[in-house]
């Protein structure tokens, strides 16, 4: 490709040129660590590091061309307004346009983003459709899988496995898009067939700084529609949607009698969700493995996403019930029960993710529950009290400890959590988070619940840039399971 065929699309962005324009490239990135000869270099400024200021040793590795701010000595260079919007437009043309031969899936939201994209990937491969998600939880790009730490990959990302989703044969790209993303241009050029949103509830304001802001980031993702393209919206925030966008096709889920696909009657038991669900294709039953109440609205917003796309309803709602879940989301250990109680393992880190977990447990729980929680060091410092006062108002015992600190101190962290503790509670602070699940398990009496929340998936402990360490919580529980059971601790007949 060559630079005078990604001026005419950057155009107003455009405030220098300083290359020949017939200047050719094979290779386009905004990552040092992933540089080819002849690469188209995207410049950008962080919040921790500026590839403007290492454009030296970025022409040693082979680019031959930068896309930057500002201005810099000795070497081609186009300066834009804003790079990020420029990567965005250059990743789509580089990689001509993929998603507009995909069918696009981009679902938003506070909580349910990963179960949603997942339970897609799962019916379309049920449905014998090959394709793609990216996601929190693992990457799947036809089949090569693999973890990637921004819930949102960059946009050459994005589109470089959309590409490679089409070059293999795929039909659909499912994805989760987090608000960072939409704040930061991430997937600006590409064009959805459907839109999803869960819910918005409060989190990230350390980047968003108001609710507001938060809100408008997410609702961003209605502007990225194809001009045939479908939303499906909680109907909790269909009326400001509605306010918001006039002109695209709207479809509402919930359980308001006034959603297109309205539910009712859920049941939870250990075994599953289960529940009604009205239809523009009449009344049908739902029966799905995934645990808790909130469970029935993710699993109704992708029914409804494949069915006003054409899709059967009655086959969706049959792949729905073979769905096993996510790692990390609400996962049940099985060996727990030899010790006669029940552990949890949930990626809830926000106040209603954890109201939402807790009280779903609170209907299968015989004893007492137990919840190991802590919050993350370097995001919204506001949210943490009253993740305390959420998990202490509904649990029986409390245990705040360390989730990732992230270059804070864990006991400040600690200290910001325990100031929303509900007076009167029962609750404990311990600082190593093993010793944290250690503790629940050897205070669980037979027909106790732990829950161990936060960290779902995750595989390491991330205490700082340069210090994490290997720690998953469900591994870290079946350890210390079989280390009691070992030494003849809570055995019970």
């Known amino acids: 490709m060559k630079i005078k065929d990604i001026l005419r699309e950057l155009n107003s962005l455009i405030l220098k040129v300083n290359c020949d324009e017939e200047l050719e490239f094979n290779y386009i990135s905004s990552n040092s660590k992933d540089i080819q000869e002849n690469t188209l270099f995207i410049c950008r400024k962080g919040t921790s590091f500026d590839s403007h200021n290492i454009v030296d040793d970025l022409y040693k590795e082979g680019a031959n061309v930068f896309v930057v701010e500002r201005e810099i000595r000795k070497y081609p260079y186009i300066q834009v307004v804003d790079s990020r919007i420029a990567e965005s437009i250059i990743a789509s043309m580089f990689y001509s346009k993929p998603y507009e031969k995909l069918i696009t899936f981009g679902v938003t939201g506070t909580n349910g983003k990963t179960t949603s994209v997942h339970l897609f990937h799962h019916i379309m491969h049920n449905f014998g459709i090959k394709g793609s998600i990216s996601g929190t939880v693992v990457n799947d790009i036809m089949g090569d899988k693999f973890y990637h730490p921004n819930t949102t990959p960059s946009a050459i990302e994005i589109m470089r496995n959309m590409h490679k989703t089409l070059e293999n044969g795929g039909k659909y790209y499912g994805m989760e898009v987090s608000s960072h993303a939409l704040s930061q241009y991430r997937v600006e050029s590409i064009r959805y067939d459907i839109v999803g949103i869960t819910n918005i509830t409060r989190d990230h304001l350390d980047f968003h700084e108001t609710f507001e802001n938060y809100k408008k980031a997410k609702f961003h993702i209605l502007n990225l529609l194809k001009p045939n393209g479908i939303a499906v919206v909680n109907h909790e925030l269909l009326q400001e949607v509605k306010n918001k966008n006039k002109n695209i096709k709207l ?27 009205d239809t523009p294709y009449g009344e049908k039953k739902v029966a799905s493995q995934l645990i808790g109440e909130y469970n029935a609205f993710n699993i109704t917003l992708v029914v409804a996403a494949l069915a006003e796309i054409g899709y059967d309803i009655d086959e969706v709602i049959a792949s729905v019930a073979t769905f096993r879940g996510v790692d990390g989301r609400f996962e049940i250990i099985p060996e727990a029960k030899k010790l006669g109680i029940e552990i949890v393992v949930d990626f809830a880190h926000t106040p209603d993710a954890l109201e939402k977990v807790i009280l779903s447990l609170r209907k299968l729980t015989k004893g007492r529950l137990i919840t190991v929680f802590g919050a993350g060091g370097q995001s919204d410092i506001g949210k943490r009290p009253m993740m305390g006062e959420v998990v202490s108002k509904y649990s029986d015992i409390s245990i705040i400890t360390t989730d990732d600190p992230r270059g804070e101190d864990p006991l400040k962290i600690i200290k910001d959590v325990e100031a929303g503790l509900v007076p009167g509670s029962l609750s404990l602070s311990i600082e190593d988070r093993k010793e944290a699940i250690d503790t629940a398990i050897t205070l669980a009496n037979r027909g106790d619940v732990i829950l161990i929340a936060g960290r779902g998936h995750e595989p390491y402990q991330v205490f700082d840039e340069n210090h994490k360490v290997p720690f998953k919580d469900r591994d870290v529980a079946i350890d210390i399971i079989f280390q009691k059971i070992n030494k003849g601790e809570k055995t019970f007949k």
């Open 251 to 277: 479809v509402s889920f919930g359980v308001d009698s006034s959603s297109d696909y309205v539910i009712h009657e859920i049941t939870t038991n250990w075994s599953g969700t289960f529940f009604k669900l």
